[in-house]
Structure formats: structure tokens, C-alpha cells
């Protein structure tokens, strides 16, 4: 059977389930035409913690990348793969077989970068449809967009997913993507087939982008999960499922 879930394809084959999600970036970068000017260890970094996200944030780990570069091999290429590859073995996440592609008929004047993961779980591990009446809706992180992502020190990062993947507590976990927290919520609310309190602090744009998975909507039982324990990012309570 294959499913959509959110932004994931899910693909189940009896009790294992394979994961795909994706990512792309495009105009920041360090080439002529990009518009938001960063390195391109910041972009190979950013990128996979989006697609990589996305995937544990429902309990799958991943085991194939395929990264597609609109840009040449040497030298643009290999410094974003060679940060994306530096980002894994960190938050050890080994084991994984990349293919790729890149640009080598025309040169490039902007950056351009899409990111595909397949991620494998059991199926009865998959933190999917598992939310009930009475549990509580966090935000870890704030979403942020654009310069706000280099000047903050409150961007949740790769190492703060796969802490989120592990948490027995966290009964689902949604990174914040373009469209916002509001977006996020009301998808939460069609898939559990319940209605979201919100209470979210004024100070918390809820329309706002949330840009490279800056911010992580966590759903847990408890009040105040051991999480914020472990991820030293701002926790803020916003609601509660009715």
C-alpha cells in the first residue's frame, strides 16, 4: 500500500514501512545571482535537516539520499555534499548510500540543490495517527525565515530531530514548514479528525514561514515533556486537542 501523509509518501510492505520525502533550495548560495548570500556549508546543512526532518520526525531513519546539485561538481557541489555528509556522521546517521547529480553542460550563476530521502521504520514504530482528545500541542523553536535562520541561536538543528525521533513521549512531531504553524494545525485537525485549543502566545507569528525547520510542533500527553530537558531550544505550550 502507499499512502500521503503530510508532505511523505509512505510505502508499506507488511511490517516495514519506507519513507520518502524531499526538499530543494534555490538563490542562496554564494554564486552571483543567489539572493540570500551563505557558504555552502550552510546550504548542504540546511537542506538535508529539512528533507532528514520531515522523515524522523515519524520515527524513520533514513538509508538512501539522492541529491540533485543545479550546480557543478567542483568546486560548489563537493563543498555542499561535503557538508551534508559531515552533518550525518555527526548526529550519527551512518550507513546511508548516496546517487546524485549535477550540472556540468552550462555554468551556473545561481545556486540550485534537491534533496530525496528514503527513511525505513517498523510499522508499529511510525509516530503517525496516534494523537487523542486531552493531549498537548507544543512549539519547539520559533519559526524563522531568511537572515533571521543565521542570527538566531534558537533554530532547532539536525541534532534536535533526531532527539525528537528517539523521544518514547513525543506521540507526533511536525516540522513547521512555508506555509506555518496555523497550516500545520489544521492539517493536524483533518488527519486526527479533532479540533485544536489554540492558545498561542502573541509574540509567535502563527501565518509566519517556517522556514528551513527552524520551529517543531511536538503533540505529548504530559504537560511539560522531558524533551525540553534534552533540546535546548525555546518550548512554548500552544494549544491542546478537544
Known amino acids: 500500500m502507499i499512502e500521503r501523509y503530510r508532505d511523505l509518501i509512505i510505502i508499506y510492505e507488511k511490517d516495514i514501512a519506507y519513507v520518502i520525502s524531499c526538499d530543494s533550495l534555490g538563490a ?14 550552510i546550504v548542504g546543512k540546511a537542506t538535508i535537516k529539512v528533507a532528514l526532518s520531515e522523515a524522523l ?3 524513520a531513519k533514513p538509508i538512501i539520499i539522492s541529491d540533485t546539485l543545479s550546480v557543478e561538481m567542483n568546486p560548489t557541489g563537493k563543498k555542499i555534499l561535503k557538508a551534508i555528509k559531515k552533518e550525518l556522521e555527526e548526529n550519527g546517521l551512518t550507513d546511508i548510500v548516496f546517487t546524485g547529480s549535477t550540472e556540468e553542460n552550462f555554468p551556473t550563476s545561481m545556486t540550485g540543490i534537491g534533496i530525496t530521502v528514503i527513511s525505513r521504520a517498523k510499522v508499529s514504530d511510525l509516530k503517525i495517527k496516534n494523537v487523542e482528545k486531552g493531549m ?5 523553536g520559533y ?3 531568511g537572515n533571521e535562520v543565521l542570527n538566531s541561536k534558537d533554530v532547532l538543528q539536525l ?3 533526531v532527539e525528537i525521533s528517539s523521544s518514547k513521549e513525543i506521540i507526533e512531531a511536525i516540522p513547521v514548514g512555508s506555509k506555518g504553524i496555523k497550516y500545520e494545525l489544521s492539517i493536524l485537525e483533518k488527519l486526527s479528525d479533532l479540533k485544536v485549543n489554540e492558545s498561542i502566545p502573541s509574540h509567535i507569528d502563527k501565518m509566519k514561514s517556517g522556514g528551513p525547520s527552524t520551529c517543531c510542533i511536538i503533540v505529548h500527553k504530559e504537560r511539560t515533556p522531558s524533551i525540553t530537558e534534552l533540546i535546548n531550544k525555546p518550548f512554548t505550550y500552544i494549544g491542546k486537542l478537544i
Open 159 to 161: 541534532k534536535d530531530y
Open 57 to 59: 520526525c515519524i520515527g
Open 136 to 140: 498537548y500541542l507544543s512549539l519547539l
Open 143 to 145: 519559526p524563522l525565515v
Open 28 to 41: 542562496i548560495g554564494s554564486k552571483k545571482n543567489d539572493v540570500l548570500k551563505v557558504d555552502e556549508g
